[in-house]
Nanobody, 125 residues
Framework: QVQLVESGGGVVQAGGSATLSCAASGQTLRDYDMAWFRQVPGKEREFVAVIRWSTGFTHYADSVKGRFTISRDNANNAMSLQMNSLKPEDTAVYSC??????????????????WGQGTQVTVSS
């Protein structure tokens, strides 16, 4: 199983940028889809972005499309989430997750078997 550790959270002003990183160990990510999810207290965890490691295919939630960019770092077995034009509603705990590749790329958290501990991102207005 893949072990995941996030870093890079913190407090950012609205309109600003932040970058989250997710370091993976235990497996190479060649056969995985890697995703970011986020959760606000009292709400369901929601999908943010996903990347298929083998092809670089990406998919984003409508709420972050055009503002967030997910990317992979093959050399370091890690991925990043570049977040621009941040809004207060982006405030959440962000978690990275790994799923062995299926035919389709999933945005459902139940299909991801490995999770990081999460990192808090707070966007102040």
């Amino acid at each position: 199983q893949v072990q995941l550790v996030e870093s890079g959270g913190g407090v950012v002003q609205a309109g600003g940028s932040a970058t989250l990183s997710c370091a993976a160990s235990g497996q190479t990510l060649r056969d995985y889809d890697m995703a970011w999810f986020r959760q606000v207290p009292g709400k369901e965890r929601e999908f943010v972005a996903v990347i298929r490691w083998s092809t670089g295919f990406t998919h984003y939630a409508d709420s972050v499309k055009g503002r967030f960019t997910i990317s992979r770092d093959n050399a370091n077995n890690a991925m990043s989430l570049q977040m621009n034009s941040l809004k207060p509603e982006d405030t959440a705990v962000y978690s990275c997750a790994a799923s062995r590749q299926n035919f389709y790329v999933s945005i459902l958290q139940r299909e991801y078997e490995s999770w990081g501990q999460g990192t808090q991102v707070t966007v102040s207005s």
